[in-house]
């Protein structure tokens, strides 16, 4: 059933991917260039958010953790060691991982609150570290880290460039969420996200496979981090905020959680909304607080499956209506 | 010396009074409140007000801070707990850290980014044997004593108060026995945020007023509650002098950085180890 | 029967909370190809010997072997590959997966290795076996109280299991769909499972049985056939009052 549907799909997807791929083409403005950009960064750190906390049912916001140490280590890969910001992705996604173990070894143990907890303490205690060694990690200034090159061409002046390197990045996070939910690992998740007794009763190592997608989310937040220190020239403390944790869980709860595409959308609706009040700017973090908890009260599964309920009903509405019609 | 252990205390008391509030919470409604950290800056931000901007007596803007503090606990319960509450504690928790970041950027507007000076009800220094304390030192410690006692009587002499420490023993069976758990919780949550509220009225003198000064101390009031066990009254105020008087200690003998990574490395020890905290009841039952 | 060879062995296993022993120096066997049933009044202790043995919950002491396996020290996981299902008082079941997925998740992860996953004729063979007569798309969380049981006890099937435990299933069932779940046990059993039974209606426990244990306090009061069970003085004095137990009393109507 699953296999037919998805084959009934391929088509829209491919048309998709060749519409993102033309992006550049059509939008000339730099500026909006730049907002999609971001958008793709935000989506692939919310996209593999989701894919622990909404398929896997681990509560925890060390995804931003990984994105911040993503991006300081190729920030400190590039100022301390001359490394280039190509490697700098590399280094920045491997460096994720190893905090994704650090990290994950001990909290993946206990959930609930208790894991909210644990890596809320990591993500200060990591902050407390950037703060802690300021001669490699430039304290509250933050790191100059270099931009990309392409022999001597600079992506500063080519938003189109980073944006054919951003936009694989988060196509891949939107596989692997996908074939991770369809394979075992993900029947495994899912069932431990539903009951964790009855799936290790049933021969499930629950730690085993939370670690796993721990890790691979990691990965790839690591590098988007990577990515994004580059993009921006800099990386500053300003990561650890707690308004990035707000943001980005609202991402995810306004787009759907344990949806495949609802952490783009939110993404998308985020950083555009954002723009779109940034005459207001003192009251945007009101204005994203507020529209969380509005989506938390009146559309619980996100805008995706609230605009599919919709869509499901108005049909229903239509269909006994033609009926009639042509009963007439 | 003696002065190093003078102020692990007074830290010590403020910690106690940021922390005890969230142990109430878990023990009533089994889940944590992340916009507690402003409900500590509404307290000291209310006192200011209420003194600098309409020059109440220091006794009546206490009383006032109380009020509204109550206030904002029901508003807390009312607006993200309520509509999750036994159905998604996930929800709980980011609609408490959306409200958060609400309410500190409401401080930041109404009273600008810049720091503000809350005055002690008491100025003034005085002398025991070797030890120079603040006068504000020692009316912390009062009222940190007051403040315990009061709720020690509410939660053991009131009928609110035995309600909440029935349904924190067993909900259910609360239920069977009459007793209204949505007055119960919006109270408890109400109290919870009365202390936040005190804490930041006795951190102001300390650390000045902005409009993020409670998210440090609400971090410490996490690890703190874990540390003494979720739900433990007895176990949080044990566990608040631990970590005021390594914040203390560390901070003098290696170095102000190493004070809260040392806190850090406590918790995640905690947490690892021993879940339930120094003095909480095991979480898995049969 | 009595003289087969002990599948299960649970060797002097306690189990603390804080000071309370809620299994407390625990010893029995489980033979190869009974239904050996656990009886004792509400917090004495079943559920909890259940949860240690299938590792919910370690024990503080003792030792459990299973098919001369030691297992105390083993995680959940690794008992059910071993060869242990069981289900549980509540009914559990992976809410937002539908039926099919439910029991594939037994097949798929049940034996040591296993991923390929039941194939559908086994989904609908066992469906049909627990009598629960529902699309296998279903959501899982849409099926009644009764019904999710009855997943339940697929899924723990699907696992194929040489020993399987059940925590009170007929616990808020009516009496017909009662005997509709006793049916299927013995059914379970007849194809050569051993199977271990928690009960509270001593009826039931009596009729199914091969040896019946009585717990109390986590300790062992008695054990042996259903009939030498109900004639035990300790028994009767304790639970069932002056009546009989062959008057149909239940242990929840003496207490």
């Not at chain 1, 490697?87 to 070894?105: C, P, T």
């Not at chain 3, 779940?181 to 059914?187: A, D, E, S, T």
Request: contains cysteine; charged residues 15%; proline residues 4%.
């Amino acid at each position: 059933m699953l296999t037919k549907s998805s084959n009934k799909m391929r088509p829209v997807y491919i048309v998709l991917v060749i519409l993102l791929l033309l992006v550049p083409l059509i939008i000339r403005d730099d500026y909006l260039m730049h907002l999609i950009i971001m958008t793709c960064v935000w989506g692939i750190v919310a996209t593999n958010w989701n894919l622990t906390l909404g398929y896997g049912g681990m509560f925890h916001i060390a995804q931003l953790t990984f994105f911040a140490v993503g991006g300081y280590a190729s920030g400190i890969g590039a100022v301390t060691f001359g490394a280039s910001p190509w490697l700098g992705l590399l280094i920045g996604g491997a460096a994720a991982m190893a905090a994704s173990l650090v990290i994950g070894l001990p909290s993946l143990r206990v959930k609930g609150i208790y894991l909210i907890l644990l890596t809320y303490a990591f993500h200060n205690g990591v902050s407390e570290l950037v703060n802690h060694f300021r001669d490699y990690t430039g304290g509250s200034m933050g790191l100059l880290v270099p931009a990309f090159e392409a022999g001597s061409v600079s992506f500063v002046t080519h938003p189109s460039y980073y944006y054919y390197m951003v936009l694989p990045l988060l196509l891949f996070s939107i596989i692997s969420t996908r074939l991770i939910e369809k394979s075992f690992i993900g029947k495994a998740l899912m069932a431990t996200r539903d009951s964790e007794v009855l799936a290790s009763v049933s021969g499930i190592n629950p730690y085993k496979y939370k670690l796993v997608t721990f890790i691979t989310a990691a990965f790839i937040s690591g590098i988007a981090g990577a990515f994004y220190a580059s993009y921006l020239g800099v990386i500053g403390p300003e990561i650890f905020s707690f308004s990035l944790i707000v943001n980005g869980l609202g991402m995810i709860v306004i787009g759907g959680m344990g949806t495949l595409f609802g952490p783009i959308a939110g993404s998308f609706i985020i950083t555009f909304f954002m723009e779109v009040f940034s005459s207001l700017e003192d009251f945007r973090p009101i204005l994203v607080g507020a529209v969380i908890i509005l989506a938390l009260l009146y559309a619980p599964n996100g805008v995706v499956n609230y605009l599919g309920e919709m869509l499901a009903k108005i049909k229903s509405r239509k269909l006994p209506g033609q009926a009639r019609e042509s009963g007439e | 010396m003696e002065s190093l252990l003078f102020r692990g205390i007074i830290l010590g008391s403020i910690y106690t009074l940021a922390s005890i509030g969230l142990s109430l919470q878990w023990g009533v409604l089994r889940n944590l409140n992340f916009s507690h950290g402003a409900a500590i800056t509404f307290g000291a931000y209310i006192m200011w007000s209420a003194f600098n901007l309409a020059h109440f007596p220091y006794p009546l803007a206490f009383v006032l801070m109380i009020i509204f503090a109550f206030i904002l606990g029901i508003a807390i319960e009312w607006l993200t707990v309520r509509p999750f509450f036994g159905k998604n504690d996930t929800n709980i928790f980011i609609g408490t850290v959306a409200l958060s970041s609400i309410l500190g950027q409401v401080y930041f507007l109404i009273f600008g980014g810049r720091q503000k000076f809350l005055e002690p009800m008491f100025d003034g220094v005085i002398k025991l044997g070797s030890l120079r304390a603040t006068i504000h030192e020692i009316f912390t410690l009062v009222i940190t004593f007051i403040t315990l006692i009061i709720i020690w009587l509410v939660l053991n002499k009131t009928r609110i108060g035995l309600s909440i420490r029935a349904v924190s023993q067993d909900q259910v069976g609360a239920v069977l026995n009459g007793i209204n758990t949505r007055k119960v919780y919006s109270t408890t949550l109400g109290v919870a945020t009365i202390l936040a509220g005190i804490a930041g009225v006795l951190l102001g003198p300390i650390y000045y007023v902005s409009p993020h000064m409670g998210e440090a101390p609400m971090v410490k009031a996490f690890i703190i509650v874990i540390l003494g066990g979720l739900g433990s009254l007895p176990g949080t105020i044990l566990a608040a002098f631990i970590v005021a008087f390594v914040e203390v200690f560390v901070g003098i003998s290696i170095g102000v950085t190493w004070a809260p990574l040392s806190l850090f490395i406590i918790m995640v020890i905690i947490l690892v180890f021993k879940p339930e905290g120094l003095l909480g009841v095991s979480s898995r039952k049969a | 029967m009595q003289e087969a060879m002990p599948l299960l062995e649970v060797k002097n296993v306690s189990r603390y909370f804080g000071s309370l022993a809620a299994v407390d120096d625990l010893s029995f066997e489980v033979c190869q190809g009974e239904v050996f049933g656990i009886a004792g009044p509400n917090g004495s202790g079943k559920t909890t010997a259940i949860n240690v043995i299938t590792q919910i919950i370690p024990p503080s002491k003792g030792e459990i072997f299973f098919d001369g396996h030691p297992i105390h020290r083993l995680k959940s996981h690794d008992i059910c590959h071993l060869g242990i299902a069981r289900t549980f008082q509540q009914p559990t079941v992976f809410e937002t997966m539908s039926i099919a997925d439910n029991i594939s998740v037994g097949g798929t992860f049940g034996k040591k290795g296993a991923r390929d996953g039941a194939a559908e004729a086994e989904i609908c063979r066992l469906l049909d076996f627990v009598g629960l007569d529902k699309d296998p798309d279903t959501p899982a969380k849409k099926l009644i109280v009764n019904d999710k049981k009855k997943l339940m006890l697929a899924v723990a099937l699907a696992t194929n299991p040489k020993l399987l435990i059940l925590d009170e299933p007929c616990a808020g069932l009516t009496t017909v769909e009662s005997k509709e779940i006793i049916n299927l046990i013995k059914k379970v059993n007849d194809l050569g499972t051993t199977v271990m039974l928690i009960e509270h209606n001593m009826q039931v426990l009596m009729n199914i049985s091969d040896r019946v244990m009585i717990i109390d306090h986590g300790t062992k009061l008695c054990q042996g056939t259903p009939d030498f069970v109900c004639c035990d003085a300790r028994v009767i004095e304790t639970y069932l009052g002056r009546n009989s137990v062959k008057g149909g009393k239940t242990f929840a109507g003496a207490e």
